[in-house]
Each structure stands twice: as structure tokens, then as C-alpha cells.
């Protein structure tokens, strides 16, 4: 999967940036490596959801994939 970051300067100083396509997906950083390490954080951490078990019966599948 490939997405798109938006890369800003802080006024503060450093960088912060979001990604469009993941509304409330923001992150900063000190330095251009802080930030591009902090982005596959927030990025992870936006996808990442917690569900519960599916239940099944004996028609259905449960199939888990990576995005």
C-alpha cells in the first residue's frame, strides 16, 4: 500500500506532517529521521484496529490480510 505524507515545516522548528487519506493521521519530529520514523508509527497505529473473534459456521471463512 502506498500513501501519500504531507511534510511541513513547524514554526517551532523540526517537521510535522499528516496523510490525506487517513483522517487524524498526524505526526512531528524533531529532525527529518524523527519524523519519517514517527510516520510509519502513527500510520500503524491509525490501521491497526483491535476486533474481536469472528464466530463461525461451517459456510463461513475468516481470512486476515496486511494492508
Not at 520514523?37 to 476486533?51: K, M, P, R, S
Not at 469472528?54 to 496486511?66: D, H, N, P, W, Y
Request: charged share 20%; glycine share 8%.
Amino acid at each position: 500500500m502506498k500513501l501519500k505524507v504531507v511534510i511541513h515545516d513547524a514554526e517551532e522548528g523540526g517537521y510535522w506532517a499528516e496523510v490525506p487519506s487517513i483522517p487524524g493521521c498526524a505526526t512531528q519530529g524533531e529532525t527529518f529521521e524523527e519524523l519519517l520514523a514517527n510516520i510509519y508509527e502513527a500510520v500503524e497505529a491509525c490501521l491497526c484496529v483491535d476486533l474481536q473473534p469472528a464466530k463461525s459456521t461451517g459456510t463461513q471463512r475468516i481470512l486476515e490480510i496486511v494492508v
